[in-house]
């Protein structure tokens, strides 16, 4: 075992699936009930978000920091808990732990236009990973419900990260459908109480 332990994720076990259900769960009903009874503010705050440039930063920072944690040295205490081992690649630690705070200031400086759909991007990057690692040949099969979730987050995640502007192409399309919100609301409602539920009963 011992061999083999610079090679574990320092999220496996973590998490257990029922805690990991219980915090999704309600975060996606509140979320949405919350869309559902404020639709003007929300929609308001969505049209917005692509340029809310404040927001971005504490998103990007959040995020590399998220990062930083996994590519940090020994020896820092409680900030190398989470650190990885990276194998072959060991010897850019480094440079990985160099270009956390580089990226972040040039970000902030130099991308002036659509920062904040790359920093939520990268930041739900770093969100879905401890979430399928709950979930991770885990029994019963209505874990899937965590994995399906994380997965959508990912690739909408890449999506925003390399091409933003979908993000806003995305936000002007679902608030100028006046139909589509509150399906949309009640289904994200519907997917986070089913997580609740099973989270509550079965895991």
Known sequence: MNQ?????????????????????????????????????????????????????????AGGLFWFFLLVAPEGLGVLSRFRVGLAEFEGIRWLLQLACPVFLVLMV???????????LGIFGLMV??????????????????????????????????????????????ICSKPAWWTPLCLGGMAYGAAILLCAILWW
Request: charged share 10%; with cysteine; net charge positive.
């Open 109 to 119: 400086t130099q991308v002036k236009n659509l920062l904040f759909p790359r920093a």
């Open 128 to 173: 879905a990973a401890p979430l399928l690692s709950a979930a991770f040949l885990q029994e019963p099969v209505t874990r899937l419900l965590i994995p399906i979730w994380c997965y959508i987050v990912i690739f909408l995640s890449i999506l925003w990260i390399g091409k933003p502007y979908l993000y806003r192409d995305m936000v002007n399309k």
């Open 4 to 60: 083999h332990a610079p090679f574990l994720h320092p999220y496996d076990g973590m998490i257990p699936l029922s805690v990991a259900g219980y915090i999704l769960g309600t975060v996606l009903l509140l979320v949405h009930l919350y869309a559902l009874v404020k639709r003007q503010q929300v929609q308001a705050f969505l049209l917005a978000s692509p340029r809310n440039h404040l927001l971005a930063q504490i998103l990007l």
